[in-house]
């Protein structure tokens, strides 16, 4: 058979090793050692102030890369049959934490929130699987369906999307749902929604936001509002009490200086400075108190990679499932961190979300691996599809 | 690449990128922005911002601890300690255990602890209440047992006052805690507008609520070791501090006044025992908690955040209030110490205290105490006696402007002629009488004010020898020269200007004749100071006043400067100005002769008998009889011992002639038997010396000063009617019998009438007050 291109691109007509040589060779690696860095940052923040739980975290982290070592192993079409499974096992488990008979034993309420399922060696959170669920699933249905040139074309999905959101916020934990937000936008507008339909909606959410502010949100919430514009445009009126929290973080990430300092007194500004959750929400305080600019350089280029590497596996994939399953990740974990050290540089307001692969917590990490074998497991595979851009008419 | 020849293709370099292609790089590029964003932050907060944020978290790895100093003593001449700190523990209840909010707090624990904390998470929160409440009578229980049974033990309190004293604390802690948070909210809205977060206010504790708060004062070592055994048990309940309490060892003396040598009117051989409360309270004054205008003169936490350890701190810090406390502030008060702890380490940077240096004071405070006894009314020489009123030729009493037992203000200074040291300054009222009248009493009788410093009088005749040695110095006085009293200074006006022995309404139509000055001095002829005024004029007599003191401020060291709010409308809120007081300048008059209003020979005068606008201090009085009493050499007085250095001098240059005058007029009038101030008139027409005192020689001057009107209810009707008095004065100087004088003496007493029979036994009195405490010994020159 003659060699050389084909419709279908590169891999055709190549040899057996040609082809496993460039399988190996793909972006997804710059995911991988984005995430395995990441994780290791991770580990060396929370050890700063919380020795015993970096051990754990490492646990967590063996568990979490073995996951994703399983999927992606996982071929993409059979993700693509498991998807609609996924959506209805998370839409069950979310339904199941709420429902108020269940026994204290399988669903704890902490922080005023049920959201975790306790499996005795460490509790899983049914959103974290719902995100997993919520890609696929949209992945697969503008597959299917073709770009969504019209509002109809995007009812199932935004159903399905405000559904699952509506899930999340009754626990309550509006951080994890406000990230469905932005990875349903990059998912359809890689998809080909008409770019009208993405203005109509923002600038709907900007008309709303107000509505939303004094309607919707609870008063805790609405003063969290208040304490973040007033600590953006330098107000400190709320720096000792509802503003507590992300004027701490502020100032400790400020007291790094450029290369930080040593553990020692890294432990100490975090401890006597009582910043809350330092090794879960605020873990890039500790990180930049820790390691200076330089570290937290270093953490925005890792996550940095990690996008790129998304968005390279989703602009060489010739198939819409995989091009839009790579989009929806990337799109959820860099939406993730830019909320997570949003609220932590005094940008945005406190919100519970942690920031992916390197907050404590073994649910995320898990959820945060998994995600990251399934871009490689896109990645190592050839891709499949026509010669022309999946989505265009 | 492998390739054949007409199979193979060009590769599609050259095709366009497709919309979802080009929409995923878009995305792609818009995270890389987001992503600059971030990072532009956190250079700005850990590169420009970096050195505020480092400061603002460093703060919280220390802990700083301040050391009180001790405040400096105040001593008299003789070191006796009139204020002082003494060491001494205080026992305090903390605020929760007071208010409930520790039994409840710990009844929460036990609760939690009894259900379990999972358990407890699924609480309702009035399932967790009614936890609460089954264990919080324990508590209470314990509270009563062990903290509150051993307050009432040692306190020796009741039950119902330790419960007064609780709720006063409460009572002042939630006034303080809603002033706290005003003055929170008010700052908020100065600072933010109307927009200011002030709901988050009511949620703060007050730094009251805080605290612990005194409940045993004073408590021995071992009561204090007994508490700090409860605190250890049971945590967060009591607190025992260590303390200094300022003791003023004077506040009370227990006195016994010898009446033997009182005129025979009040004469008794029984000594009356005396309670003296304040002995000296206007010269040492009192502390107080500061006020803003403290903080501003200097404030412990600068703009910039350095700090001042002799700075204020408002709300914590005491100051002196009044007296020497608040002139010698800046001595006594010291340093504080710091201790500051690195959390981490545990090591501790400390500076030590400072502690305040004692001042001592001028005063003898045995005649200190013996002068305020002498001026309490129920001695009986400070009120009004029929016997300074007199009666008539059939021995009827005469009436009056003020009724007899009408009790009497006033005040008496003793100086120390060589040095200028005020060994005595005594007022009357005391502030500690102060304390225990109504408003009303205070309005009237001014029990704050400092009479010898601050209380103005027109100085009346006491200050003829002033005006004879100006009259002297600048040449209208010849030596010896006599001037004839014809009873009224004009000619032709026998109803103004006259002396006080020319009354033709009375039927009294004497003279004096031509007096000498010393003549004219001892029988205090007006006539013959009319006439040296209207020779001086009044440019020339206030000149010489000015230089003898009046007009200015002593500047003897209990002057101190205070702002005052202005009143009046022109006066915006919260105006202030800056007002000095603790000493009075007295006033002379100005602008005479010069201007629209040319003063007439009318009030010049009047002027060389000490009327018109003229007004002194009792110190100013003893001040300028020791100028002459040192010959026309003006020391500054002082109530503050000097520690060295030499007190300055000034000659004013009055002639030796002058004085040489003056001493034989003011000898005579208390040692000749036509003196103003040498005896008085018992009923029976006898004549009593005021001034037979062995040892001494004394050299004086009565005054009887017209005073203000007083308005007063004489006759009980209910209405004030308007009662025309004059003030008492006794000015002189006395020394031992080796002539030279020593000390000066001025002794008023306000609307009491007749200087000689109302000032002037007091000022025998201190003269043997003097003599008993041994200043006329051979070698006692300035002062024991």
Redesign the interface.
Known sequence: M????TATGLYS?TSARTRLSLRLATPAWLCVGAAAALSAIGISAIGTTRPELAARQGLFLMVGVAAACIVALVPPRMLRTLSWFILALSVVLLVFVLLPFVP?SLV???NGARAWINLGAADFQPSELAKIAFILCSAQWFALQG?PRTLAALAFPAGLAAAIVGLIVLEPDLGSALLFGPTFL?IT????IRMRFVWMAIIAAAILAPVAYLGVLRPYQRARI?AITAQIRG?D??ES??GFQGW?A?????????FGTDR??AR??VS???LPEEHNDMIFAVI?CRF??AG??IV?AC??LF??GA?LL??MARDGFT?LVA?GI??LL?AQM?VN??MT???LPITGVTLPFTSYGGSSLLSCWILTGILFGIGIRPPTGG??????? | MPSSGTDRRAPSRGRAIGVSTRRTLWLGLLGVGLLAVLFLQVVRLSVAEHATHLQNVERFLRETRWLPAARGAIRDRNGKALAEDRASWDVLLQYDAIDGSWARARARRAALEAVGRAAWRELSPEARDAEIDRHEANFAQMLEERVLAPIMAEGAMGREELEARLSAIMTRVERQAVGYRENRKDALRRKYGGDAPIEVIERERAPSQLDAHVILEGVSPEVAFAFQQVELELPGTVAVEPTTRRVRPYDLVRATVDRSAFPTPARSSRPIELELEGVADHIVGYMRHVYAEDVAMRPFRAADGSEDLKGYREGRDLVGSRGAERTAEAVLRGSRGKVTKDLRSGEELRIEPEHGLDVTLTIDIDLQARLHALLMPEVGLARVEQYQIGWDKEGRPKSGPLPVGTELKGAAVVLDIATGEILAAVSSPTLADGRGMSRDDRVRELPSMFRPFEGVYPPGSILKPLVLCAAAAEGVLAPDERIECRGHFFPDRDDMLRCHVFRPLEGRTATHGPLDGPGALARSCNIFFYTLADRLGETRIVSWLSRFGLGARPDAGLSYVRSERVAGESAGDGATRSVVVGEAAGSVPSGGGTGAVRRDRVSDALLGIGQGPLTWTPLHAAQAYATIARRGKVVPPTIFRLLVGERPTVDLGVPGWAIDECFAGLRDAVDAGFGSGHHITLRDGTREELFAIPGVRVWGKTGTATAPPLRRDIDGDGADERVQTDHAWFVGFVGGEDGAPRYSIAVILENGGSGGKVAGPIAAETIRALAELGYFAPNTGGGR
Request: charged share 20%; no cysteine.
């Open positions: 003659p060699t050389g291109y007509g204290k704890t309420p902490r770009p990059a507008v890689v998809a080909g208040d107000d009126r709320y009490s509802i701490r502020m100032r400790l990430v400020g007291a790094g200086g450029l020692d007194r100490a500004l006597f400075n009582k930049a200076g600019l937290a350089s925005l996550h940095g996008a790129a968005v989703a602009a091009r989009v990337g799109a860099f830019t050290i949003g540089i005094g940008l010669e022309k851009d999946p989505f265009d008419a």
